[in-house]
């Protein structure tokens, strides 16, 4: 797998990282495991948009702030120029890229937003890697991008021609981008798909926190079909080793690889287990089947076993307490 982290950073070889959407679920996690290692700074760009409220974002970085080798720029990543000022003050020597307008559903009714955030964004940070001569670049993907995908578990060989939203059409978009960033000018691109990430700071509109938050609140939760969807859940620990990995990847110069945990939960199951976790009954609000959602995501990890020694190890019955231990918590 090659040199472990700590030991890159000793040998000089990353120091200055940049983590676009570095507020976010995913992204201050990401900065967590950053700032715990020997490294020189840590930059964030974050636009705090209002997709969801921005303050949680503003709770998620608190600690972070308080840290002298952090900084955070307030910066939209379809802003050119505003990006250019931040590349112009550092010399930075990895970006992970995890900043986008998210969610499948949203994408439906702004695919122009969309389109603009996730595609034109993710050209600035490629073109400004490139001009500053930056030469890891990991790209935060999707496992919306397979679409409706008959043959399980997922393969990154699998052809990704069929999305089915403006959401996974702009994150395959990315990973185009990033192959052609390699192939023209020795950009390493490392594009990681996420499956259906879940832990403590999950966003408020994904499906864990949303239906803890109305079933403690003896709310309906908006069920789409059946109820016979299913996930492959994945813990943010666990998503954030793979990622930490990937920053350290350094056998190829472009490569996608999955990031999952392997295994499918129905969505029938999740609601049980949260009900059992919060002592609560949901009320269930059935709804017809929601365009752009797909029937199942499952996550073919050999290749991230074999190239990033990626080894998910928290089962979901484990992970999910840890989310409603940290959503209680949070509440009090």
Not at 35 to 45: K, N
Not at 245 to 274: F, P, Q
Request: some cysteine.
């Amino acid at each position: 797998m090659g040199l472990a982290f700590v030991d890159l950073c000793y040998k000089g070889l990353m120091k200055k990282f940049l983590v676009t959407g570095g507020a976010g679920f995913i992204g201050s996690h990401l900065v967590d495991r950053l700032l715990a290692s020997d490294i020189e700074r840590v930059t964030v760009v974050d636009d705090f948009n209002d997709f969801y409220d921005p303050s949680i974002k503003r709770t998620n970085i608190l600690d972070h702030l308080r840290n002298p080798r952090y900084q955070i720029s307030e910066v939209d990543i379809r802003d050119r120029v505003a990006l250019e000022q931040v590349f112009d003050k550092n010399n930075f020597d990895c970006i992970v890229h995890l900043a986008a307008r998210a969610g499948v559903r949203p994408s439906l009714s702004e695919p122009q937003l969309y389109t603009e955030t996730n595609i034109n964004g993710t050209v600035n940070l490629l073109e400004l890697a490139r001009h500053k001569n930056i030469k890891q670049f990991v790209f935060g993907s999707s496992s919306s991008v397979y679409g409706i995908n008959a043959k399980v578990p997922f393969s990154e060989d699998d052809p990704i021609r069929q999305p089915i939203s403006p959401y996974a059409a702009t994150k395959g978009a990315g990973e185009l981008l990033c192959h052609t960033y390699s192939h023209l000018y020795g950009l390493r691109c490392v594009c990681l798909r996420f499956f259906t990430v879940y832990g403590p700071r999950q966003r408020p509109d994904l499906a864990i926190h949303k239906f803890a938050k109305l079933i403690s609140k003896g709310k309906p939760i908006p069920v789409f079909g059946d109820g016979t969807t299913r996930r492959d859940y994945t813990y943010i620990d666990d998503i954030i080793n793979g990622v930490m990995a990937a920053i350290n990847y350094d056998k190829s110069d472009y490569e996608v690889i999955n990031l999952g945990e392997s295994r499918t939960v129905e969505l029938r199951e999740l609601i049980s287990l949260l009900e059992k976790e919060l002592d609560a009954h949901a009320i269930i609000d059935r709804q017809p089947p929601q365009p752009g959602d797909v029937p199942q995501t499952f996550a073919d990890i050999s290749k991230a076993r074999a190239l990033l020694g990626y080894n998910p190890k928290t089962q979901f019955e484990d992970g999910l307490h840890r989310f409603v231990e940290w959503f209680r918590a949070k509440l009090v």
